[in-house]
């Protein structure tokens, strides 16, 4: 910015503000916030202690704003006026935005050897992907989200809703993002125009500390819907009761 580069014809400089300042707490889903001390104005450099109180089966992703990290307790120092808000999400949960209340943010769409698709959020708050060309393979379209850390030998449970515009198939899977792409996970999921829920439990065979879902679509341009995306450990599936619109009348399937 102009007056970032010319701070020296700013009076006073930026960093040099003298105060007071505002903190503007934002309450988000799923908890809330305590701040301490309560103030309408924090004089310069004054310390301010948030803390991140979740909701029952809820637990705190990260601090938004001015405030970083993903500790409950964050000390904020006033050096200007502030705004903080904290993101929540079911206690043990893997994957990132699955609800997509947060647009497409955590995924990617990838569209290989001349394929053609986007990526979206309707109005639902469901990821929409629509395919113009899918290529030759399933794999020339991906929906995928990596980085996830999965436990050797531990049971997990991949479960998501999804629909397509016409009758199709989708190759669903988990695995490492790298290395020998080892997959956990390889399901043929068989798509209709009506929205269908589906879990399915596996086991790694190894340590991962960068695995990834993802939904191959490609050989088709029926594109898809889907929404509440959930990787969690065994056991814990029924905390995702508390999810957008989600309903468990599916059947758990080994593999």
């Not at 500790?71 to 079911?90: G, Q």
Request: with cysteine; hydrophobic share 40%; glycine share 8%.
């Amino acid at each position: 910015a102009w007056a970032d580069a010319h701070k020296t014809l700013v009076f006073p400089p930026l960093e040099d503000a003298p105060g007071p300042f505002t903190l503007n707490v934002t309450t988000p889903k799923g908890g809330t916030i305590t701040v301490s001390p309560v103030a309408k104005e924090y004089e310069k450099s004054a310390k301010v202690t948030l803390v991140a109180v979740p909701e029952e089966g809820k637990e705190l992703l990260k601090w938004t704003g001015d405030a970083t990290g993903s500790n409950e307790t964050y000390v904020l120092t006033m050096t200007r006026n502030m705004t903080v808000s904290a993101k929540f999400v079911i206690a043990g949960e893997l994957i990132a935005n699955g609800t997509f209340e947060e647009n497409t943010s955590g995924w990617t769409l990838g569209a290989y050897e001349g394929s053609v698709a986007t990526m979206s959020v309707n109005t639902e708050k469901a990821c929409q992907i629509n395919i113009t060309n899918g290529g030759t393979e399933q794999w020339h379209v991906q929906m995928l989200q990596a980085g996830l850390v999965l436990e050797k030998n531990k049971k997990y449970i991949l479960s998501f809703d999804i629909s397509a515009a016409a009758q199709r198939s989708v190759f669903v899977a988990v695995g490492e993002a790298g290395g020998k792409y080892t997959k956990f996970l390889e399901k043929d999921v068989s798509v209709n125009n009506n929205k269908q829920n589906h879990a399915f439990e596996f086991t790694p065979t190894v340590e991962v500390s960068n695995a990834r879902v993802e939904f191959n679509i490609g050989l088709s341009t029926s594109g898809i819907t889907v929404d509440n995306v959930s990787i969690r450990e065994a056991g814990s599936i029924s905390s995702r009761l508390e999810s957008k619109s989600f309903a468990p009348h599916y059947a758990l399937v080994q593999v």
